[in-house]
């Protein structure tokens, strides 16, 4: 299988889930510069499609970059902007360009960059809708990892991270075929 084969079932999924697409349209109202809902969003829709579970869309994680303005309060100005464009989702907005204080990293370039530290590589992935109606996919690790039923360590940060989040998610109840690779 091709990465464009990858890439266009990702799209597919999301676009035939209507509550994952009207979260993107109402993102998109706010059109913040580098932005992407990720993680989750994305990884945990696979691994429904993978293991036929219907999970259901528990948080939204939001992320843009922009340096210009890296407060905590901004995000949470844009989550009450969500939230009343869309009540009943469970958004969570997080400028990346802040993010790298948090987690002791060096300076991220750009939302993609700030993906690529986070501790699975499954949960490397966003999507964004564009004003021209089309989904963008932004990955940072081969879309085929995305579909081989693992949950897999990302060595750019910490084991023990990985190990903390694999105790305190419940994924392995949710998809129990799940196999955790470190």
Same mark, same amino acid.
């Given at each position: 299988?091709?990465?464009?084969?990858?890439?266009?079932k990702i799209?597919?999924?999301?676009?035939?889930?209507?509550?994952?697409?009207?979260?993107?349209?109402?993102?998109?109202?706010?059109?913040?510069?580098?932005?992407?809902?990720?993680?989750?969003?994305?990884?945990?829709?696979?691994?429904?499609?993978?293991?036929?579970?219907?999970?259901?869309?528990?948080?939204?994680?939001?992320?843009?970059?922009?340096?210009?303005?890296?407060?905590?309060?901004?995000?949470?100005? $844009?989550? +009450? =902007?969500?939230?009343?464009?869309?009540?009943?989702? &469970?958004?969570?907005?997080?400028?990346?360009? *802040?993010?790298? #204080?948090k987690n002791?990293?060096?300076?991220?370039?750009?939302?993609?960059?700030?993906?690529?530290?986070?501790?699975?590589?499954?949960?490397?992935?966003?999507?964004?809708?564009?004003?021209?109606?089309?989904?963008?996919?932004?990955?940072?690790?081969? $879309?085929? +990892? =995305?579909?081989?039923?693992?949950?897999?360590?990302? &060595?750019?940060?910490?084991?023990?991270?990985? *190990?903390?989040? #694999?105790?305190?998610?419940?994924?392995?109840?949710?998809?129990?075929?799940?196999?955790?690779?470190?």
């Amino acid at each position: 299988m091709t990465s464009e084969f990858y890439k266009e079932k990702i799209l597919s999924l999301i676009k035939s889930d209507s509550q994952r697409m009207d979260a993107l349209t109402s993102l998109r109202t706010l059109n913040l510069p580098d932005c992407y809902i990720a993680a989750g969003f994305v990884r945990n829709l696979i691994w429904d499609y993978l293991f036929s579970v219907k999970s259901s869309l528990n948080d939204i994680d939001v992320i843009y970059f922009c340096p210009r303005d890296i407060s905590e309060q901004r995000d949470k100005k $844009l989550e +009450e =902007q969500l939230s009343e464009i869309e009540p009943s989702l &469970p958004w969570s907005v997080k400028n990346q360009a *802040r993010m790298h #204080i948090k987690n002791g990293d060096r300076p991220y370039k750009n939302s993609l960059d700030a993906m690529s530290y986070w501790p699975e590589k499954q949960t490397c992935i966003g999507v964004r809708l564009n004003h021209n109606d089309e989904l963008i996919l932004a990955h940072c690790f081969s $879309l085929s +990892e =995305q579909f081989n039923g693992k949950i897999t360590f990302n &060595p750019k940060r910490n084991i023990q991270v990985f *190990r903390n989040r #694999i105790s305190r998610k419940t994924w392995l109840k949710t998809w129990p075929d799940l196999v955790i690779e470190d």
